[in-house]
């Protein structure tokens, strides 16, 4: 069992900066792949950023490449996410969220475990 809190999500203007953080506690930590995913108010869940568990590779969603940065630090069994010049679209609650199967960590339903979420909200 892995629980997951995410802190650090609050209201910011356009163009602004926030960082989110994703504690871990459970399982080994390092051993799982970790992902960002967000959900904006009438849409779906998606897929904004991923790091594995073995050699920390990177994954972006197109609409925040080269803005966004998501890092590991497996000691302190946290994820960040980095968000810079942000948009009113990135308003979403951000979740972190947890893998360990080696599937695809892309999609939602590969991950094993889901933090409950931090509200982001752009203001234009």
């Known amino acids: 069992q892995v629980q997951l809190v995410e802190s650090g999500g609050g209201l910011v203007q356009a163009g602004g900066s926030l960082r989110l953080s994703c504690a871990a506690s459970?399982?080994?930590?390092?051993?799982?792949?970790m992902g960002w995913f967000r959900q904006a108010p009438g849409k779906e869940r998606e897929f904004v950023a991923a790091?594995?568990?073995?050699?920390?590779?990177?994954y972006y969603a197109d609409p925040v490449k080269g803005r966004f940065t998501i890092s590991r630090d497996n000691a302190k069994s946290t994820v960040d996410l980095q968000m810079n010049s942000l948009k009113p679209e990135d308003t979403a609650v951000y979740y972190c969220?947890?893998?360990?199967?080696?599937?695809?960590?892309?999609?939602?339903?590969?991950?094993?475990?889901w933090g409950q979420g931090t509200q982001v909200t752009v203001s234009s």
């Open positions: 969220a947890a893998e360990r199967g080696s599937r695809s960590v892309l999609l939602g339903s590969s991950y094993d475990y």
């Open positions: 459970g399982r080994t930590f390092s051993y799982y792949a």
């Open positions: 790091i594995t568990w073995s050699r920390g590779r990177t």
